[in-house]
């Protein structure tokens, strides 16, 4: 299995562009996430879904929307980007480990500067 | 929204030595997980830990779940150079109906050779 894999790894934005954060996962989870994590600080959840079709917001949704059309694939949407979307971006996925427990798995990030 | 209290924020140490840092909260959690983050990296799941009182060890890590659900510890035994990175702690469980995760601030460790 690849895991929780994002895309792109880097991107550079202006103010007031839109881009969307690609996640993929591949381990059939029917949870996934999106954080972010600023400069020394620990992570917060933006957006989460349980299932396709179902999405639901987390601690600091502004400025960002989410959907869910398959079980694998999860993209955030930026529709204006500020400056202070600078962050770097986590996805995560969770589901049953080996002895069936739930445990969430996370993606490589994304590191998204806003100019 | 919520964070949990870790401690310490950051830390040297020589290696070899023994390292403990611990995370403590106001809300009680269903299972409890530690995680690394090396420089540009996402996190990597170390322990996770599912049951109050719980002690787990993996490899030169031990974790436990405190009694109340509010706290966790993780210790790391003779610290190797590869150690250094960021070490986070996260209570999970169920919250308007799904499972929410609250991390902690990190703990910074540095491993002097």
């Known amino acids: 299995n690849a895991g929780v894999t994002q895309t792109p790894k880097f991107r550079i934005l202006k103010i007031g562009q839109s881009m969307t954060l690609q996640c993929t996962q591949d381990?059939?989870?029917?949870?996934m996430y999106w954080y972010r994590q600023d400069p020394g600080m620990g992570l917060k959840l933006i957006y989460y879904?349980?299932?396709?079709?179902?999405?639901d917001k987390g601690e600091v949704p502004n400025g960002y929307n989410v959907s869910r059309s398959t079980t694998e694939d999860f993209p955030l949407r930026l529709e204006l980007a500020a400056p202070s979307q600078t962050s770097v971006y986590f996805c995560a996925s969770s589901g049953l480990s080996e002895d069936l427990q739930e445990t969430q798995y996370f993606g490589p990030g994304t590191r998204l500067l806003v100019l | 929204g919520q964070q949990l209290n870790q401690s310490p924020q950051s830390m040297f140490i020589q290696e070899g030595e023994d390292v403990s840092m611990n995370c403590t909260s106001s809300s009680i959690f269903n299972t409890w997980l530690w995680y690394k983050q090396d420089p540009g990296e996402g996190p990597v799941l170390l322990i996770a830990?599912?049951?109050?009182?719980e002690l787990t060890s993996n490899g030169r890590l031990t974790a436990q779940f405190g009694i109340t659900r509010k706290d966790s510890f993780l210790n790391i035994s003779a610290s190797i150079p590869s150690d250094v990175g960021i070490y986070f702690c996260a209570g999970q469980g169920y919250s308007g109906g799904y499972q929410k995760v609250t991390f902690g601030t990190g703990t910074k460790l540095q491993v002097i050779p």
């Open positions: 830990l599912y049951k109050a009182g």
């Open positions: 879904s349980v299932g396709a079709g179902i999405t």
């Open positions: 381990m059939n989870h029917n949870y």
